[in-house]
């Protein structure tokens, strides 16, 4: 995949899928991630004309790291990536520890962003009245407890999970951390979201664990930027049967961003909200995209491979 060398000298790993001259949607991936493409994820996206921008944060696949990085640093390495491509409006996209991050990217480029799909998305962790680990299972419970502990301990704990993911087949994942996945994502992981899953993981952790570390230090820290000022319109959604990232934080979110429209879904968790459906849940956004988007004149980067 090519790289981008950002201004201050790291490198950002990145992947552009779909039509090349399409409007853009910025994809922002979960914990541990990269930026291979996984079509049971992106095709749904890419289907209905869209380009598509993923990439790995700091620490992973073949991005350089940024140790002590905030939600908003990665945000604003996104932010870089998509000038240096001479893409001047789009759409964010994330999903889990990618939410966040999109939204911090709206928040950051209001100017650009022409509107958010948070999918399964964290709330702050320090977010009032929210108890951050109420709900999750209890492999979350340990990694988002542990971080008070410093940064040793938080590697520790991680060297463990990644070897759980690392290389294991998705029903071994299934099994070694099975607190996390409910009955409806159990049964997405062993499908043909499971390999794909494997090998965006797989290459995300080939170097290290940083990008994981980096991670979860960020969700735990302050995020250095007001998610709450977003001006673009944000869908929001989230399961009811998600472990990984409990019911509540999409509640949250829903009741502090001041221009989201919240679905909330009984019959979906973490991993079953997203797969197959994300192209239909932009499709509240692609109207106000679309009229707010300009020509896309090529940047540097649309010489790269794609």
Known sequence: MPLFRLPDGRDLEYEVSGPSIGHAVVFHHGMPGSAVPMPTVLDSIT???????????????????????????????????????????????????????????????????????????????????????????????????????????VRGLVTQMAAAVRNNSP?????????????????????????????????????????????????????????????????????????MVPLSHGQWLAGHLPTVTPHLQADHGHLSIAIGSLGDKLDALTYTHAVTARDHRPGPGRSDRR
């Open 171 to 243: 029903a071994d994942v299934v099994a070694s951390l099975a607190s996390l996945f409910s009955p409806v994502d159990a049964e997405v992981l062993v499908g043909r979201f499971g390999a794909e899953n494997a090998a965006n993981m797989n290459h995300a952790l080939a170097s290290s664990d940083e990008g994981w570390v980096a991670d979860l230090m960020a969700l735990t820290s302050p995020w250095g930027v007001d998610i709450t000022a977003i001006k673009a319109k944000v869908e929001l959604w989230h399961g009811f049967e998600d472990r």
């Open 47 to 153: 289907e209905r004309g869209f380009r598509v921008i993923t990439y790995s944060r700091a620490g992973y696949g073949a991005s350089s790291p940024a140790p002590g990085r905030s939600v908003a640093d990665s945000a604003a390495d996104c932010v870089s990536l998509l000038a240096y491509l001479g893409i001047a409006k789009y759409l964010t996209v994330g999903w889990s520890t990618g939410g966040p991050h999109a939204l911090a990217q709206a928040a950051l480029a209001p100017e650009s962003v022409t509107g958010v799909l948070s999918v399964a998305s964290f709330a702050p962790f320090d977010a009032p009245g929210l108890d951050f680990v109420e709900g999750m299972g209890a492999q979350n419970v340990a990694q988002f407890s542990i971080t008070g502990q410093g940064e040793q301990a």
